[in-house]
């Protein structure tokens, strides 16, 4: 929706008003920026809803009313961002991580207390130091909060199919300070999952053998990368099939990361450095 400044600034004016509780019809010209930029936020959540106005002509839809009703969308979004943020907190692990429980036990709550819809829904504020698997970096607002939570949401799903204690063993043999680690966690054991079909082993068998990494380092001599992606992200879709009732959006969500843990994992095949990834059995350390 494409308005012209003469039909935004009395939409402006007006929040301008609401902002200043009817008491003065002037802001600074920084306020007003942040209005204006309000102002177009609401009108482009309108524009990505599925009951975008102008389907039925822009004639129908001023920018007055197209600010409203994107208003209201992101009231919406918000109530649902926060009902997923309640949710997600029922079963919610952060596996000793400061990152991840910093972001969603201590930041989240802070975002949600302070966000201000009408005046300021551009504003993100947040941080989110820990990392997810999507780029989520053009969003901005509740927008970002709500993709955000979205992959913590899949995360959580993937991770919860494993004992806690195992994903910390995990963490723990790659990294002593994985508390304070800023990687996904997710990412972290899907490597381990990934190394383990390529090993042909299976889930429940978590620690690597040196023939497993030889096998691997074989693999990675004899066929393409191309194929072994490919490979990597049909076993991605029987994975979630099997273990996660078929859910495609946790499958999609994954196989995102594929083309980067394949890298990852033939430059360490490479250069014999698979046990850095791929943890080798309990009775071969030391």
Known sequence: ???????????????????????DSSVTYEKAEQLMEAVLYCIRELERSDENLIAVGKELCSAQQAYETGYMYVKKKTGKALEMYNE??????????????????????????????????????????YPVLRDISGYTGIDKIYEYLKCIRLEQMFLNRFPEAYIINILSKQNAWYEEMAENICEVIFTVVTGGFLAEKILEEPYFTEPDHLRIQQKFKTEALLDINRRLKRMTDVLVETYYENCKELSEYLQDSVEGITIRLKNAADHSMLFRFLPREEAEEG
């Open 88 to 129: 997600l907190l029922t079963d919610f692990a952060d596996y000793g991580n400061v990152f991840l429980k910093e972001t969603v036990i201590k930041g989240l709550p802070e975002f949600f207390k302070w966000y201000d819809v009408k005046f300021e829904p551009q504003n993100t504020w947040l941080t989110l130091d």
């Open 1 to 23: 929706m494409d308005y012209k400044m003469e039909e935004l600034i009395p939409v402006v004016s007006r929040l301008a008003e609401k902002y200043t509780a009817f008491e």
